[in-house]
């Protein structure tokens, strides 16, 4: 599938520092490119309703690490999915009596539209499931082959189910074992999989962690056919293993997503891709945190959540949504309060004014060790510290110098425009 366009970001003097990233299963800053290349994967939506701030904000950070990694003379190739077809797409299309596929597309689109007023940098290769069906297909047959995945009876008279097998997989693969990267004990593991889609409490699986690959085709549902196995669809974890592989190759440098994914879906996706390559899935596991509004956690299905969509209706400025979400780390957990949005509109009108005032000033001499260049991008290349990078620009307000330069490096490094003038 097409992604939404680009949009250009300026040249800036001398070059960035390539960020370091925390990583999940050594609780260490890493590098997130060791060469001059990167390779990054991050976890796509599944389009059974609107992008929220809490999405934006998992996005959006990622979308910074593209532009300090593109600042800093690397070459990034950017991947990601969609997951059109899941158990909550078809419940919510269900329950609103609408199709399954018209729900995905619609919501899919509006993500799209989303991303693109953002002005988030666009992966360059986004991949749905229903495209890759036949590939995530072939890799389920691949793990059978190898051992790694058995066939489960269904109850309700479907063919048999498929389901990868966890302890095969640890005692037998050298560069993954359950709970590296997560570190959870198995009792977290049992809740965060019951939570998180998991059928702890299936019959006939050989451990309750066991993940399903292939679900035979029930009543009702859409399904696939794909020669050796029951006509049927994918279960989630496999999608990103295959999806990842088929795009970036094995042992790509980061894959990252909300912290909602380090259990099960990093972890289990990771031993599935492991079962598949041999090698590890990635070498880099980064996770954002969590936002929530009105004291509950964002969901996608949740009422109380705060759409982009809505924020796009009413002529919201995107630069300020930018400098709202970005004022806090993209690994804390906060809460989003209605009154940031004007905050952060107020202190982008600062840093504009700012920009206007400096551009009357006079000297404008541009060099690669300008101290707010330097600042910006050290801030970002320590785990991407947003909201330092966003104090520099406060403290840059005050005595507005190059503000040319500064300009470009708001644009290049955070995606906010200080040249719009403002609104009458
Ligand atoms: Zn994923």
């Known amino acids: 599938m097409r992604a939404w366009t680009a949009t250009a970001l300026p040249a800036l003097p001398g070059a960035g520092t390539v960020p370091r990233i925390h990583d999940q299963a050594t609780d260490t800053l890493q590098p997130a490119a060791t060469g001059d290349t990167a390779r990054l994967y991050v976890c796509g939506i599944t389009p059974h309703g609107h992008t929220h701030i809490g999405n934006t904000a998992t996005f959006l950070a990622y979308d910074l690490l593209v532009r300090a990694l593109h600042d800093a003379g690397v070459t990034v190739t950017f991947a990601q999915n969609v997951t059109d077809v899941d158990d909550r797409v078809l419940a919510v299309a269900d329950a609103a009596g609408a199709d399954w596929e018209d729900l995905a597309a619609e919501q899919t689109r509006e993500h799209l539209t989303d991303m693109a007023w953002l002005g988030v940098q666009p992966p360059d290769r986004l991949v749905t499931v229903t495209e890759a069906i036949d590939q995530i297909g072939q890799s389920v047959l691949a793990l059978i082959e190898r051992g790694h995945a058995y066939r489960v009876d269904s109850p309700d008279g479907a063919e048999e189910d498929i389901y990868f097998d966890v302890s095969a997989a640890d005692s037998a693969l050298a560069c993954w074992t359950l709970g590296e990267e997560s570190h959870c004990t198995r009792d977290q593991m049992l809740r965060l999989f019951a939570e998180n889609g998991g059928d702890p409490k299936r019959r006939g699986k050989r451990d309750r962690l066991d993940p399903l690959l292939w679900r035979a085709a029930r009543q009702g549902e859409p399904a696939w056919q794909v020669i050796g196995l029951p006509e049927g669809r994918p279960g989630w974890h496999i999608e990103c293993a295959v999806i990842s592989e088929a795009l970036l190759g094995a042992d790509f440098d980061v894959l990252g997503g909300g912290r909602d994914l380090v259990f099960p879906h990093h972890e289990l996706a990771a031993g599935e891709a492991t079962a598949l390559n041999e090698l590890p899935m990635a070498r880099v ?140």
């Open 285 to 424: 596991y980064s996770h954002t945190g969590m936002v929530s509004y009105r004291g509950r956690r964002m969901s996608r299905t949740a009422g109380d959540q705060v759409p982009l969509a809505r924020l796009r209706d009413a002529g919201v400025d995107p630069d300020a949504l930018r400098v709202a979400i970005l004022a806090h780390h993209y690994r804390s957990d906060w809460e989003w309060q209605d009154e940031e949005l004007a905050r952060a509109q107020e202190r982008l009108a600062g840093w504009r004014a700012a920009h206007r005032a400096g551009l009357a000033g006079g000297d404008h001499a541009e060099t690669a060790d300008n101290p707010v260049l330097a600042s910006l991008r050290e801030a970002l290349a320590r785990d991407l510290d947003a909201p330092r990078a966003l104090r520099v620009l406060d403290a840059w307000a005050d005595s507005p110098e190059t503000p040319e330069l500064v300009a470009r490096a708001a644009r290049a490094l955070l995606g906010i425009d200080l040249t719009k003038e403002p609104q009458p």
